[in-house]
């Protein structure tokens, strides 16, 4: 990805981000999903029992 789209890094670069930025922007938010769903999948199915 990073080869196929080094020229759409300057629209970030006059925003002030630098690649490491923007790449540890995503992954964290990229992790916090991934959490969220796991505590969503974990809560199921307590949900189960509660709108019986």
């Known amino acids: 990805?990073?080869?196929l789209?080094?020229?759409e890094y300057y629209y970030y670069y006059n925003l002030g981000l630098s690649k490491l930025k923007l790449?540890?922007?995503y992954?964290?938010?990229d992790l916090l999903?991934?959490?969220l769903l796991l505590i969503?999948?974990?809560l199921l199915p307590e949900w189960d029992t509660f709108w019986r």
């Open 1 to 3: 990805m990073n080869r």
């Open 5 to 7: 789209k080094q020229r």
């Open 23 to 25: 790449w540890a922007f």
């Open 27 to 29: 992954e964290f938010c």
């Open 33 to 35: 999903v991934f959490v």
């Open 40 to 42: 969503a999948a974990n």
